[in-house]
């Protein structure tokens, strides 16, 4: 009984996590609006209701004794497939590697007809019916955790090369953590497959540790890449920066357009408004540090400003306040 209270009490945590994660990127997005605060969303969207759906089997299951139907456990591949998914659009958010697309289209064009093959084989046929076809979707399981892993190790050693701690320990912790709860539905499923049901219940029940880690893990991302930086980053000169209402890359466009910048100068404004040093700069980039130093004084030059925080007041409209 207490085992069954501990649970649910981590189910509990879990989503209040996930719901101070939401909140962060929701004001967030009030001020900074990108393309990666709404894949944060979304995904952080995906953890809540999977964690919902875990709490949901794992109360009736083990507290009430309503055992769920086969029926509703194969949602729960699809459930976690589509948020592999919204993983893997997230970390392109995150890297913006170009030479990643092709992989990652071919991989979420996969999940998506592995979800679409599963909901329909669900619906249609049988429970006796469905599981002869098990070698199928054991090939079916196998191919989406390769193609996950092959794109979530691509990005984590584009993030290791550029030597960026945060991006590479949320990379790499999220994806260990999404794997294991997948592999844990596909064990599952495998008990099924042999007729070995005593196996099924002791990978579902750690679940939940899992998901608490990723809960708590986005929930540190969001705030020290996120929040932080829109409510509390200061300047070296210890003047708070604010950042103004709008999308960010609108902003950017705008200021790249209005002083002539080139298509690298306007990059690497953005990544100077982050906050980034020129050290930093180079690493992502992989340019040489003093190369970076002159296309700083480049942009600094026609921009017409001395140093980053007059830059960002431009990016933010706060030329005529300076």
């Known amino acids: ?3 069954q209270s501990a649970i649910l009490f981590l189910y509990l945590t ?3 996590v996930l719901g101070a994660a939401f909140t962060c990127c929701m004001l967030v997005g009030s001020r900074n609006k990108t393309e990666q605060n709404k894949a944060m969303l979304v995904f952080i969207i995906g953890l809540f ?3 919902l759906y875990d709490m949901g089997i794992y109360y009736c299951n083990y507290v009430i004794g309503i055992f769920s139907s086969m029926e509703i456990m194969r ?5 976690i497939a589509l948020t592999i998914y919204v993983w893997i659009v997230l970390q392109e958010r995150i890297m ?10 071919m991989v979420k064009n996969y999940i998506l007809f592995y979800a679409g093959l599963w909901l329909i084989l669900t619906i249609a046929t049988s429970v006796e019916y469905f599981y002869t076809m098990k070698w199928l979707l054991l090939m ?3 191919i989406l955790i390769v193609g996950a892993m092959a794109v979530s190790i691509a990005h984590i050693i584009y993030a290791a090369v550029g030597n960026d701690k945060q991006k590479l320990c949320f990379m790499t912790l999220i994806t260990a953590m999404l794997l294991w709860n997948y592999v844990s539905y596909f064990w599952g499923e495998t008990s099924v497959y042999w007729g070995n049901s005593d196996f099924i219940r002791e990978p ?3 679940t939940i540790v899992f998901w608490l880690a990723m809960a708590v893990t ?3 991302y969001v705030y020290k890449t996120g929040f932080k930086p829109t409510f509390h980053e200061k300047s070296s000169g210890g003047e708070e920066i604010v950042v103004v209402e709008g999308k960010l890359e609108d902003r950017i466009n705008k200021v790249c357009e209005d002083f002539g910048l080139t298509r690298r100068e306007c990059e690497l404004l953005e990544l100077v408004y982050q906050g980034k040093s020129n050290k930093e700069i180079a690493d992502l980039l992989f340019l040489s540090e003093s190369t970076v130093k002159t296309h700083v004084y480049n942009i600094f030059r026609k921009m017409e400003v001395k140093n980053r925080v007059e830059a960002i007041c431009i990016v933010n409209g706060e030329k005529d306040e300076q």
């Open 204 to 206: 579902l029940d750690l």
């Open 75 to 79: 949602i729960g591949n699809c459930l």
């Open 49 to 51: 209701v999977i964690c």
């Open 140 to 142: 079916t399981d196998i």
């Open 1 to 3: 009984m207490f085992a």
């Open 218 to 220: 986005t929930l540190i």
């Open 14 to 16: 879990c989503i209040v």
């Open 96 to 105: 913006k590697k170009e030479s990643l697309k092709l992989l990652g289209r």
